[in-house]
């Protein structure tokens, strides 16, 4: 069986710093993951994903995410947080194949952004 | 435009009241799921399906039905609605249900039982 976790429910980032979304997965096979972003009001769209290319991950809004298998960790950046970026995260986590496991999601990080 | 639609956005209903949210894709994706979406809890999968006639359940699907009888359409059926399944619900399709391959969401459905 696959897991996510993501720590903290709530990450508050002052405009400008550092964006960094924790995401811990486990799996009992190389996985793919993935992030996705939930602006107010609508539905899950696609940050980035990785499926065992490049460790590290570029997306769209400039995010990206570095796969880090000897911790199980695919944690979330941006360098500098825009307002818009102000958002619910989710992190999941998907097997190869053998079956449809869809994707196990995580409880989700909302992102707060300080002027 | 490639888009997953759901229909009705909201829905407030009483308690027993048969409803159904529909879903459809115009992406000709096989893979088809159904989350709902709880504060606190992420998104967990109810039903999901592979092809037409293929459907089979998620880690939530109690009080739930749904059927695949067209490949573009996947509705959720709640035969006797209960306050628990008040929620947010989000339709999803995609090629494969393998990982590599993107999911695509529909906008999502509120929904109140009373």
């Known amino acids: 069986a696959q897991s996510v976790t993501q720590l903290g429910s709530h990450v508050s980032v002052s405009e400008g710093a550092l964006v960094l979304l924790r995401c811990n997965y486990s799996?009992?096979?190389?996985?793919?993951l993935f992030w996705y972003v939930q602006y107010p009001n609508q539905g899950l769209q696609l940050l980035l994903k990785?499926?065992?290319?490049?460790?590290l991950v570029k997306g769209i809004n400039g995010f990206e995410a570095e796969f880090k298998k000897s911790e199980t960790s695919f944690h979330l950046t941006k360098p500098s947080a825009h307002m818009s970026d102000a958002a619910e995260y989710f992190c999941a986590v998907s097997g190869p194949g053998g079956g449809a496991d869809g994707l196990t999601f995580g409880k989700g990080t909302h992102l707060i952004i300080q002027p | 435009e490639a888009q997953v639609t759901q229909n009705p956005r909201y829905l407030i209903t009483v308690t027993g009241k048969k409803l159904t949210v529909t879903c459809s894709q115009n992406?000709?994706?096989?893979?088809m799921s159904w989350y709902r979406q709880d504060p606190g809890l992420g998104l967990r999968q109810i039903y999901y399906s592979m092809n037409v006639e293929v459907t089979d359940k998620g880690d939530v699907p109690e009080g739930y039905k749904v059927s695949r009888k067209e490949k573009r359409n996947f509705p959720l059926i709640l035969e006797s609605p209960s306050p628990n399944q008040t929620s947010l619900y989000f339709c999803?399709?995609?090629?494969?249900?393998?990982?590599?391959?993107?999911?695509?969401f529909g906008p999502g459905t509120r929904l109140t039982v009373t």
């Open positions: 999803a399709s995609s090629s494969s249900p393998q990982g590599v391959y993107e999911q695509y």
């Open positions: 992406m000709n994706h096989e893979y």
């Open positions: 799996s009992s096979v190389p996985p793919y």
């Open positions: 990785y499926t065992s290319a490049a460790t």
